[in-house]
């Protein structure tokens, strides 16, 4: 695992880029990203959105697969992750919409949805560059607090946690929907590389506990300790429970940010 602390949540958002634009650049204009929704990953869609408008960055050809949606949002909800990464990603960074996957949370079998999302992304190829946000309590995706470490795509029953944390862009606590589609832990872990990305004081305790804690599903995002590719930016305010963030500076000044440097 891999440290990056920034100074600021701009800082985050570039230094993510950079090393998204780098596997774009390993694994060619057929790159299969792992798009995230929520307030974290806006300053690395930004940046992104940068590289692509200034003619470095092709993600034309890309395919994108989201880590989860809600159940019962109509695709054209505008909180639904499906309408989310249509104004985040896709139009910003110039996808391709036919080449974008959001699970379906509308489904009428929603077991089948699931298993067919896994399908869809097997036969891409599998992921190469899975972005993250982290919850609150330590969850990703919508893996809740003791998820299965090897779950797959599946339906979740959100926390009331993650609903209050994610009332803000509902009206009422009543109308954050109470279930979900997400990728597993065990799904996450099958993308070559990941990069999850952290702002704030409030995220500054599942930070902590998921990159210096034990490995365990009360804190699901920990299961990137197993991951050999998993590179966590972090501003200074959400690394500032970490007890090892002088050795991270250390490491991130004496040589090039690569996920395989000291995982
Ligand atoms: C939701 C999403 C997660 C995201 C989390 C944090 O629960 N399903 O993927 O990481 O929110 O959101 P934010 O970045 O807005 O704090």
């Given at each position: 695992m891999e440290v990056v602390i920034c100074d600021d949540d701009r800082e985050v958002g570039h230094v993510a880029a950079a090393q998204i634009a780098q596997v774009v650049d390993d694994r060619g204009p057929s790159v299969v990203l792992g798009v995230a929704t929520g307030s974290s990953p806006m300053s690395t869609y930004a940046a992104l959105a940068e590289l692509v408008d200034a003619g470095r960055l092709d993600l034309s050809h890309a395919q994108a697969f989201a880590l989860d949606e809600y159940v019962g949002l109509p695709k054209g909800h505008p909180q639904s992750y499906h309408s989310f990464i249509q104004r985040h990603v896709v139009e910003p960074l110039h996808l391709n919409p036919h080449r974008v996957h959001v699970p379906d949370g509308t489904a009428s079998d929603l077991e089948r949805a699931c298993i067919d999302y896994e399908l869809a992304m097997a036969a891409a190829g599998g992921v190469d560059v899975q972005i993250l946000g982290v919850g609150s309590n330590g969850h990703i995706g919508f893996n809740e607090p003791t998820s299965s470490l090897s779950s797959r795509t599946r339906l979740k029953t959100l926390t009331r946690r993650t609903r209050e944390d994610n009332?803000?862009?509902?009206?009422?606590?009543?109308?954050?929907?109470?279930h979900c589609l997400t990728q597993g832990l065990g799904t996450i872990l099958d993308a070559r590389s990941v990069v999850l990305v952290a702002s704030g004081e409030h995220k500054a305790d599942a930070v902590a506990a998921i990159v210096e804690g034990p490995v365990t599903a009360r804190r699901p995002?920990?299961?990137?300790?197993?991951?050999?590719f998993a590179t966590i930016v972090v501003d200074e305010a959400a690394a500032s429970k970490l007890e090892l963030a002088d050795y991270y500076r250390q490491v991130s000044s004496a040589k090039p940010l690569v996920p395989t440097s000291t995982s």
């Open positions: 009332q803000r862009f509902f009206p009422t606590l009543d109308a954050v929907p109470t995002g920990s299961v990137l300790q197993f991951h050999r």
